[in-house]
């Protein structure tokens, strides 16, 4: 008897708890991203500025404490990936909430370097890594259980809600930035105002985990221990060797990393990449980001559907496709000082909705890839590793590149050069995965 045939749709009741409790530890995690990429510029005046440092170098280093907080996601979606396979995805993930809420109202109030001198830049890192272990074991345990609870063909909308939510807080972390720069003057955005969007992170955490608390145990990691507990079960649980497993998030990374580095450039390096290379005021380019973020918002869900609709691969081609034709083209219509405004903010949405097409898809395209004793592990890994390489490092690639070269093009090179690579992996997807069920 095959597993598809053994498949038990879960409640509609806890399938929709399933998707609210997985989306809310997402909003909270890329919020906290958006908002520090939103205050980078104000984050290295406080943190990372010197005597005899300039702007430019101060703003490196704050890139370079955001790509190390990168660089141990992949260390917490090994950790928490291994707990949530073992003990189940409810309990890891409510460790990883805590975790993840307390590192970011700490930076809210972290002393800055006037007051605590070199200690000051020491402890945002620590804090930074703290977030990145966090941040690494919220994404594998979110995709699997709100896809493992979806419904049979809906895995696509479902999983679109996890990047749905990491949308609305990216939006919602340039939104709160854009309002604070409107009604504080720059003085008192620059003293204290900046903390203020991190301290909002601890009532969301205790809405998020008071949801997480209610949540049951998904349907596939349930059916697996029960198969493993009684050997004469008719469920087969798929033991993937290790060289299996490493080849699947190998083959993840590269479906991946055009999202990875394309997301990343167009909705969260954007604002200084505007100010510290074209001029633009913190404000527009706020604003710019703002706009960005909604268009990726917008096309997130559709995706999703259409993904469930016609497979993953076309879906997210499409996507891969057209920002390595167009990241050129909309970096050129924000770099001539003749563009309208409605023509940047146009282009600037487009370039997120396009991000959006590889984003809606992803999460269960990922999911699809493991069986559930090594899903959470795998696509935590997957999604972690690309996001160390081409997402958390971006802003200081395309920050040192710009300023070594003088090319203000380098963000569309980067981008046009990952998502080449990702249009052969996506190729390799398979057409029917997506009206299959999951592998025990």
């Given at each position: 008897?095959?597993?598809?045939?053994?498949?038990?749709q879960?409640?509609?009741?806890q399938a929709?708890?399933?998707?609210?409790?997985?989306?809310?530890?997402?909003?909270?995690?890329?919020y906290?991203?958006?908002?520090?990429?939103?205050?980078?510029?104000?984050?290295?005046?406080?943190?990372?500025?010197?005597?005899?440092?300039?702007?430019?170098?101060?703003?490196?280093?704050?890139?370079?404490?955001?790509?190390?907080?990168?660089?141990?996601?992949?260390?917490?979606?090994?950790?928490?990936?291994?707990?949530?396979?073992?003990?189940?995805?409810?309990?890891?993930?409510?460790?990883?909430?805590?975790?993840?809420?307390?590192?970011?109202?700490?930076?809210?109030v972290?002393p800055?370097?006037?007051?605590?001198g070199?200690?000051?830049?020491?402890?945002?890192?620590?804090?930074r890594?703290?977030?990145?272990?966090?941040?690494?074991?919220?994404?594998?345990?979110?995709?699997?259980?709100?896809?493992?609870?979806?419904?049979?063909?809906?895995?696509?909308?479902?999983?679109?809600?996890?990047?749905?939510?990491?949308?609305?807080?990216l939006?919602?972390?340039?939104?709160?930035?854009?309002?604070?720069?409107?009604?504080?003057?720059?003085?008192?955005?620059?003293?204290?105002?900046?903390?203020?969007?991190?301290?909002?992170?601890?009532?969301l955490?205790?809405?998020?985990?008071y949801?997480?608390?209610?949540l049951?145990?998904?349907?596939?990691?349930?059916?697996?221990?029960?198969?493993?507990?009684?050997?004469?079960?008719?469920?087969?649980?798929?033991?993937?060797?290790?060289?299996?497993?490493?080849?699947?998030?190998?083959?993840?990374?590269?479906?991946?990393?055009g999202?990875?580095?394309?997301?990343?450039?167009?909705?969260?390096?954007?604002?200084s990449?505007?100010?510290?290379?074209?001029?633009?005021?913190?404000?527009?380019?706020?604003?710019a980001?703002?706009?960005?973020n909604?268009?990726?918002?917008a096309?997130?869900?559709?995706?999703?559907?259409?993904?469930?609709?016609?497979?993953?691969?076309?879906?997210?081609?499409?996507?891969?496709?057209?920002?390595?034709?167009?990241?050129?083209?909309?970096?050129?219509?924000?770099?001539?000082?003749?563009?309208?405004?409605?023509?940047?903010?146009?282009?600037?949405?487009?370039?997120?909705?396009?991000?959006?097409?590889?984003?809606?898809?992803?999460?269960?395209?990922?999911s699809?890839?493991?069986?559930?004793?090594?899903?959470?592990?795998?696509?935590?890994?997957?999604?972690?590793?690309?996001?160390?390489?081409f997402?958390?490092?971006?802003?200081?690639?395309?920050?040192?590149?710009?300023?070594?070269?003088?090319?203000?093009?380098?963000?569309?090179?980067?981008?046009?050069?990952?998502?080449?690579?990702?249009?052969?992996?996506?190729?390799?997807?398979?057409?029917?995965?997506?009206?299959?069920?999951?592998?025990?």
């Amino acid at each position: 008897m095959s597993n598809s045939t053994l498949v038990k749709q879960p409640p509609a009741k806890q399938a929709r708890r399933a998707l609210v409790a997985g989306s809310v530890g997402n909003f909270i995690e890329w919020y906290e991203f958006g908002i520090y990429g939103s205050f980078a510029t104000i984050i290295s005046a406080n943190f990372f500025t010197t005597a005899g440092a300039t702007d430019f170098e101060a703003l490196i280093k704050t890139y370079a404490s955001f790509a190390i907080a990168f660089f141990f996601r992949p260390v917490g979606a090994w950790i928490f990936g291994r707990i949530g396979d073992r003990i189940g995805r409810r309990p890891t993930l409510i460790i990883v909430l805590l975790l993840m809420t307390g590192a970011t109202t700490l930076i809210g109030v972290l002393p800055n370097y006037a007051t605590l001198g070199i200690m000051a830049p020491i402890l945002l890192t620590l804090v930074r890594i703290l977030q990145g272990l966090s941040a690494g074991g919220e994404f594998g345990g979110a995709v699997s259980l709100m896809t493992e609870f979806a419904p049979t063909g809906k895995r696509g909308i479902y999983g679109a809600w996890q990047s749905f939510t990491v949308a609305l807080g990216l939006l919602a972390g340039a939104g709160v930035a854009a309002l604070l720069s409107s009604a504080m003057s720059a003085k008192d955005l620059s003293d204290w105002g900046w903390r203020l969007p991190f301290l909002f992170a601890l009532p969301l955490g205790l809405v998020a985990l008071y949801l997480r608390l209610k949540l049951e145990e998904t349907p596939n990691f349930q059916r697996t221990v029960a198969a493993e507990r009684n050997p004469g079960s008719a469920v087969v649980v798929v033991h993937p060797s290790k060289a299996e497993t490493a080849k699947a998030i190998l083959l993840g990374i590269g479906r991946l990393m055009g999202w990875s580095a394309a997301g990343y450039t167009f909705l969260v390096v954007l604002p200084s990449y505007l100010q510290t290379s074209l001029n633009a005021t913190f404000q527009a380019a706020l604003i710019a980001t703002v706009l960005a973020n909604a268009g990726f918002a917008a096309s997130i869900i559709p995706s999703g559907m259409l993904s469930d609709r016609w497979g993953r691969r076309p879906v997210m081609l499409a996507g891969a496709v057209l920002i390595a034709v167009l990241a050129l083209p909309l970096l050129k219509v924000l770099q001539d000082p003749t563009s309208s405004p409605w023509l940047m903010g146009a282009g600037v949405f487009l370039a997120g909705a396009i991000v959006g097409m590889l984003a809606g898809p992803g999460p269960a395209m990922l999911s699809e890839m493991f069986p559930t004793t090594v899903r959470y592990t795998g696509l935590g890994l997957a999604y972690s590793l690309s996001n160390a390489v081409f997402s958390g490092s971006a802003g200081l690639i395309i920050t040192g590149l710009i300023a070594s070269t003088g090319n203000k093009d380098i963000p569309a090179y980067y981008v046009m050069a990952t998502c080449v690579v990702s249009v052969f992996a996506l190729a390799t997807l398979r057409g029917s995965a997506h009206k299959k069920a999951l592998r025990d």
